[in-house]
């Protein structure tokens, strides 16, 4: 009888295949609001990185001042959805994890360095450059700007262009 009853379960396991559960992604305005989080520490240290690189007056060499502060009171204000994102890709026991005090330093110290840590020093001026040109828009637009490039960057990869960009869980912009 157990015999037949494995038998059973097996060809009703071929008979109906398992659904495959789709991954979840994050929609532009969650993905923004991770960045938004991330986004002063990693103006701070890409001013460290390129220091030498760059005149003393340079923006992105500032580690305090009016930039940083415009986008530390937005990425205060972001926390909330940001942690919302992270809990939509996560285990939901990581929900409680969330709303510890460590869990915005973790985040950003482990995003920082992925990103920061790619940069080369010949493209430091370029980098001054588009932080001179973003900084007089609200920080939730340069999020925006740059969550739109990673879209573009995927979608290009779907359709066989770069393999270097990156394999974000990102939905597919509209």
Known sequence: MKRVTALLAAAALLASPAVAQPRPCLTALEAESLALVALPEIITQTGQVCAARLPAASLIRR?????????????????????????????????????SDYARPVLTSLITPL?????????????????????????????????????????????????????????PAP
Do not use: H, M
């Open 63 to 99: 580690r305090q001042g009016p930039l940083v502060a415009k986008y530390q009171a937005a990425a205060d204000a972001a926390w909330p959805a940001a942690q919302g994102a992270i809990a939509k890709l996560s285990n939901p026991a990581a929900t409680l994890l969330l709303q």
């Open 115 to 171: 990103i920061v840590g790619r940069i080369a020093l010949a493209d430091c001026g370029t980098i001054d450059r588009l932080v001179t040109l973003l900084e007089p828009l609200p920080p939730r637009n340069t999020a925006g700007v740059i969550v739109t490039v990673l879209q573009y960057l995927k979608a290009d990869r779907a359709r066989g262009g770069r393999s270097d960009a990156p394999d974000l869980p990102l939905c």
